[in-house]
């Protein structure tokens, strides 16, 4: 049976996440844990997460749990999600913090001239189109410009243009999605995406990196 970690830091909706992954999976046993050893034994991680960097980067080191998340990073398939793709960087505007500095690049703020000039909100809420950058096992059936459901403020600019997987607009383009080798992350939540979003969980839980 394949085990699902969803890493619990305290931080995001974990039950909606471990639900709509339960749903795609039936044969799978997802784990919502603050157990490092939970998550270094399951055999895929999803490390989803709301809130602000500071407050999710604290709570992942106090609980322990950031050796376990780069561990698992590097060795097998993995899924962030909302602060779980920005954590994967090195920096954070958000608090002027450090990440895991997994994948190198900065996370930003969007700038409030220019979004507030097309008559745009801070933070991003809602449903917005996501241009696939790349063909990729988590996008199968899932068609381009499909739409997601996002909930940010902050996003993240990759110094290497080679990891960008999904891209949005919102006032300016961001990179809504990225992936290397065995890491997915995304900026929007497929748990509460509707069918595109059940798809790529889906299609995560049958990914072979």
């Excluded at 844990?33 to 992942?60: I, S």
């Excluded at 507030?116 to 933070?123: D, F, I, W």
Aim: glycine residues 10%.
């Amino acid at each position: 049976m394949t085990v699902v970690a969803v890493v619990d830091y305290g931080m995001g909706n974990l039950r909606s996440v471990a639900k709509a992954i339960e749903h795609v999976a039936a044969g799978a046993r997802v784990v919502v844990t603050a157990d490092p050893a939970k998550v270094a034994d399951a055999d895929r991680v999803v490390v989803p997460g709301q809130g602000a960097m500071p407050d999710c980067m604290r709570e992942l080191i106090g609980k322990g749990l950031r050796e376990a998340v780069v561990r698992a990073a590097a060795e097998k398939p993995f899924l962030g999600i909302c602060i779980g793709l920005q954590m994967l960087f090195e920096h954070s505007e958000e608090g002027d913090v450090a990440g895991l500095g997994i994948l190198p690049g900065q996370v930003r703020r969007f700038p409030q001239q220019e979004t507030l000039a097309k008559g745009l909100k801070v933070p991003h809420m809602g449903w917005n189109e996501v241009a696939q950058s790349e063909t990729h096992p988590l996008w199968a059936n899932i068609p381009d410009n499909a739409r997601f459901y996002f909930v940010h403020s902050y996003y993240v600019e990759p110094s290497e243009p080679s990891v960008i997987a999904g891209a949005t607009v919102y006032g300016i383009p961001f990179t809504s999605a990225v992936a290397r080798a065995n890491i997915f992350a995304v900026q929007f939540h497929p748990e509460k995406s509707a069918q595109s979003g059940l798809q790529l969980l889906g299609n995560f839980m049958r990914w072979q990196p």
